[in-house]
């Protein structure tokens, strides 16, 4: 038997019955939810920037890709360009691979899963490039929706087999690739696009044409020094990226500005609150915790504007350091409204599907995003001079 063949016979052997997490985590969420909530809620549009359709990304933990994507959309509607739909799964395979040598190379000491953050897809645009929707689907077999299951439990097995190894062989990253292959189709070396002939490179350069590093993630911890980088310790953060280090009111700070300057932003958020209704697209911060409400108050928890707790760092940082904010989910933030009260919201866009009340897309309180938020990523010239100043950039 070859090498080839015996990884993926091991990895056969680590394959297990399995239920995606974000599938759990939506399916939590639409439990969570008012009937007719959408009529308690009056919103007048402050800012509303251009985005692109809304997608679902099925059964697979690439909300990071989704949503990466979808920035990168934004920004080339921001440039005055055409915006095209990128490859969510072209991303999100290449970045598997990148995952696969760090997994390896660590001796299996890291997390594993379809898991990433927004920064990398700008690493893996940087590095592999890029290539339109039409071109590379990821949807094999009669397939109309992702769906990774089965190929996770293989590509785990199949790093996890190599790593507890005791000397590495030299084509482990050929089985790989070959088992992405066949869940996911071949990447065509070039393609036609408008009548034209790319490759994955040129496509980027040509087409998409962002630069990655023109791009800068910031977070908000209180242990962290202030204004300065920090590696951000999650486990879906592979790479060991760095992040700005910004004040919690500083967050949203960015955000505004960057909105009244033309430029949307990637978020990475904790949407594991029951003050999270995915059905009834509202996020905040309920004044009352929802442990101490009583049946009635629950129900009514989204059925309009509620009053909110004031969150500080000592409470933000806490909440990350005992499990209760986590890393579960990547969106886009693309605009700004107001309810009936005059408090603000931030619009987002989601990428599971068009099914809820707002068809997509969801309202987000600035005490939630506060709050909640594991990380931003933005243009850097979304940052005021002063911040720019700040962060040394």
Not at 221 to 244: A, G, R
Not at 289 to 309: D, H, I, S, T, Y
Not at 317 to 340: C, P, R, S, W
Request: aromatic share 12%.
């Amino acid at each position: 038997m070859n090498w080839s063949k015996s990884i993926l016979f091991a990895a056969a052997l680590f394959a297990t019955t399995s239920t995606f997490a974000q599938d759990n985590l939506i399916n939590a969420l639409k439990g969570n939810a008012s009937d007719n909530s959408k009529e308690g809620f009056r919103f007048t549009e402050v800012i509303n920037l251009g985005n692109t359709s809304i997608k679902d990304q099925g059964s697979s933990g690439t909300c990071w890709s989704y949503s990466g994507n979808s920035f990168l959309e934004s920004e080339m509607i921001r440039m005055g360009k055409k915006p095209v739909d990128i490859s969510q799964i072209y991303t999100a395979r290449n970045t598997y691979i990148e995952k696969a040598k760090n997994f390896v190379r660590l001796h299996g000491d890291q997390a594993q899963g379809d898991g990433g953050q927004l920064h990398d897809v700008l690493t893996i645009f940087k590095k592999y490039g890029a290539v339109p929707y039409e071109a590379y689907t990821g949807l094999t077999n009669g397939q109309t929706r992702n769906n990774f299951g089965e190929m996770g439990t293989v590509l785990q097995g199949i790093t996890k087999t190599v790593a507890s190894s005791k000397k590495p062989g030299a084509h482990w990253l050929d089985a790989f690739t070959a088992a992405m292959d066949s869940y996911l189709g071949k990447v065509p070396e070039s393609f036609q696009y408008n009548g034209k002939t790319y490759t994955p490179r040129t496509f980027a350069d040509q087409v998409v044409g962002i630069n990655p590093d023109d791009y800068v993630g910031i977070s908000s911890f209180k242990e962290h020094e202030l204004y300065k980088p920090f590696v951000l310790l999650i486990p879906d953060n592979w790479s060991f990226e760095s992040f700005y280090n910004v004040k919690i009111n500083d967050l949203t700070d960015i955000i505004d500005q960057a909105l009244e300057k033309g430029y949307t932003v990637a978020w990475a958020t904790d949407v594991s609150e029951k003050s999270f209704s995915w059905k009834n697209g509202i996020a905040y911060v309920p004044e009352k915790p929802v442990e101490q409400m009583n049946q009635q108050e629950l129900n009514n928890m989204f059925n309009g504007p509620k009053p909110e707790a004031k969150i500080t760092e000592e409470q933000r940082q806490e909440a990350f350091d005992n499990y209760t904010t986590t890393d579960d989910h990547g969106m886009h933030i693309t605009g700004l409204v107001k309810d009936q009260n005059g408090k603000e919201y931030y619009i987002v866009k989601n990428s599971w599907g068009s099914t809820n009340d707002y068809k997509g897309y969801m309202y987000a309180t600035k005490e939630f995003v506060r709050y909640k938020t594991i990380s931003l990523l933005l243009h850097k010239k979304a940052l005021t001079k002063e911040m720019s100043k700040n962060l040394g950039i």
